[in-house]
RNA sequence: GCCGCGUUGGUCAAGGGGUUAAGACGCCUCCCUUUCACGGAGGAAUCACGGGUUCGAAUCCCGUACGUGGUACCA
């Protein structure tokens, strides 16, 4: 048997892609996966005063990071091209007719300051924000309130008009959401939403439908910002006679900031000093970068497993989940139907556990590029060494350079207050000797060192903690890092007893 | 204002009529480690509130409160 459950991500390239779009393509991808259905991307460019010049480029990275691989998209197209809403203009206009022919809908050819005007007049304590709609449409200027002469006159003369819906009085719309149960609106509360605008672009609302009929969606899952506009959708659906047709709605909670409520949005995130971004962003026309999860040192399967976590549960106690096992598990009647806070340290310890699980080779190139970034270019069987003693210690990938820094660049700034502190005549000799015992060690292995470390201080009867720390802040810098013996093991004899000199020497001025 | 949606510890959450109301993050105490981290053992919640229904409600119903979304020729 054929599955024909197909998915779509529909984002506007306008910026940024956030947490919340990151989930949303998540939980379709999870959803078409697990079923064995199709995920599509569209791009919805509709509105041409918000295009961006490299947001779409920037979405098709976003998601090749995630691992979330459309099935067909505009780059790679598909049966039902083409998948940018900009290229498919002249389609939903044919719908928008007929939607007029059938009385559903109408001319409208009121201008900005028309509108402006309307609701600036109508506005009051009762009713702040006016409507255009069932109240107000007859005393607007459309092919509802004027004469057909006038109508034909108007469009004739080529004065620019939009078409807008005709909400029904006294109906209502229901449908049933896969995540909420059965809703209802009252159509009468809902305005006469403009389906084509004046430049012929259709708006979300027609194109959505028109695109989701066309591409054959079978489940349409978006945040529940749309869920008030649900109804419009359902009777274009409806009014189409695509009704049978019709994809099963799911309105995903939203993400909120961790701080007070509301929606998680990028100000957030600079404020309290976390990315919301999956990579980083740079405005076109300010400039201005923001980093996403990836420059910030996030794996690609930590950031999803995060996503997945917000807003979705199985019923055991795992929270730990491989892309694999979510596409395994992934029900959407088990997601949530409130909106949860985002936790910047759970999302760090998710990154944690990830960067535990991978195997020091799968670490080496990802972290690599961070030191990279520092000037330091390791060689790979030395890197991997590093990794290894300190991966456990690395809640992100930017952690490995503070972590491991010491390993390939003699520390530039050095803790001599501490060890000044408890410093001593004894320890300075027992330094010093230690640097001559040492000097005979064949085998500079963390066993060996440890020996002689230790023969040392008990001939100069010394307990072994008294010396440890500062030799620690000798060769790192400060009161961090993985043991002692493995790092001077790993730098080399000649180096450790370079950094014990110049450290001394700190120490004496 | 109106309409929709939501509400279990600081946060993420399991649990959907009878439970000592799981677990995780964070926090605190202790152990391990003569650094830090990891790991381990503990500590802290009457499920927004008020009414029902029921022998019994976090769980079902109704209100209220609070939050949130929408109310654009943006998506």
Redesign the pocket.
């Known amino acids: 048997m054929t599955n024909d459950v197909r998915v779509r991500f529909?984002?506007?390239p306008t910026g940024g892609l956030h947490l919340g779009g990151v989930r949303t393509v998540l939980f379709n991808y999870l959803f078409a996966k697990h079923t064995g259905g199709k995920f599509i991307l569209r791009i919805?460019d509709?509105?041409r005063?918000?295009y961006v010049e490299g947001a779409e480029q920037y979405i098709y990275d976003c998601l090749a990071w995630c691992g979330l691989n459309p099935d067909e998209s505009p780059l790679l197209g598909g049966e039902y091209a083409p998948y940018r809403q900009s290229e498919r203009k002249d389609i939903y206009r044919q719908y928008a007719e007929q939607l007029i022919a059938q009385g559903n809908a109408y001319y409208a050819f009121?201008?900005?300051e028309e509108?402006e005007q309307m609701?600036a007049n109508l506005k009051s304590?009762?009713?702040?924000?006016?409507?255009?709609d069932h109240k107000t449409r007859m005393s607007m200027r459309n092919s509802l309130s004027l004469t057909n002469e006038e109508v034909e006159k108007l469009i004739e003369s080529g004065a620019?008009?939009?078409v807008r819906i005709k909400m029904p009085e006294n109906e209502r719309v229901g449908f049933t959401d896969m995540i909420?149960?059965h809703?209802?609106?009252?159509t009468e509360?809902v305005?006469d939403?403009?389906l084509l605008?004046?430049?012929g672009?259709?708006?979300?609302?027609l194109a959505v439908v028109v695109d989701d009929y066309l591409m054959k969606i079978t489940h349409a899952f978006r945040g529940?910002?749309?869920?008030?506009?649900a109804p419009v959708h359902i009777l274009l659906w409806k009014y189409l006679g695509w009704e049978a047709e019709m994809p099963q709605w799911a309105h995903l909670?939203?993400i909120?900031k961790?701080d007070?409520?509301?929606?998680l949005s990028k100000r957030d995130g600079q404020r309290l000093g976390f990315p919301v971004f999956a990579m980083s962003w740079t405005d076109p026309s300010t400039g201005e970068t923001i980093n996403g999860f990836k420059e910030e040192g996030f794996l690609p399967e930590a950031f999803v497993n995060i996503l997945a976590?917000?807003?979705w549960?199985d019923?055991s106690?795992q929270?730990i989940f491989s892309m694999q096992e979510l596409i395994d598990k992934f029900s959407i009647d088990?997601v949530?139907?409130?909106?949860?806070?985002f936790?910047y340290?759970?999302a760090?310890?998710f990154n944690?556990q990830h960067i535990?699980q991978k195997s020091n080779e799968d670490l080496l190139p990802l972290v690599k590029s961070f030191f990279e970034k520092e000037g330091v270019t390791p060689d790979d069987e030395s890197l991997l060494q590093v990794i290894s003693l300190i991966k456990?210690?690395c809640q992100l990938l930017t952690d490995f350079w503070p972590q491991g820094h010491f390993f390939f660049k003699s520390p530039s700034d050095i803790d001599t207050d501490t060890i000044k502190a408890k410093w001593t005549d004894e320890k300075k000799t027992f330094f010093n000797d230690w640097m001559e015992t040492f000097a005979n060690i064949t085998d500079w292995n963390s066993e060996q060192i440890e020996a002689s470390f230790n023969e040392t201080?008990a001939k100069h009867s010394l307990?072994?903690?008294e010396v440890?720390?500062p030799l620690?802040i000798m060769l790192v810098g400060g009161?961090?890092?993985?043991?002692?013996y493995d790092i001077a093991a790993h730098i080399g004899k000649e180096e450790t007893k370079n950094r014990i000199i110049s450290a001394l020497q700190l120490i004496e001025e």
Do not use: F
């Open positions: 529909a984002p506007s919805e509709t509105d005063t918000r009121d201008t900005s509108l609701r304590e009762q009713n702040p924000s006016p409507q255009y620019p008009y939009v909420r149960g809703i209802e609106n009252e509360l305005d939403k403009v605008k004046a430049d672009m259709p708006t979300y609302h529940e910002e749309w869920l008030p506009s909670p939203l909120l961790p007070g409520n509301g929606k976590m917000l807003g549960k019923d106690e929270e088990r949530h139907k409130g909106g949860a806070k936790d340290d759970k760090k310890w944690q535990q456990e210690r201080t307990k072994k903690g440890m720390l620690r009161k961090y890092g993985p043991g002692v």
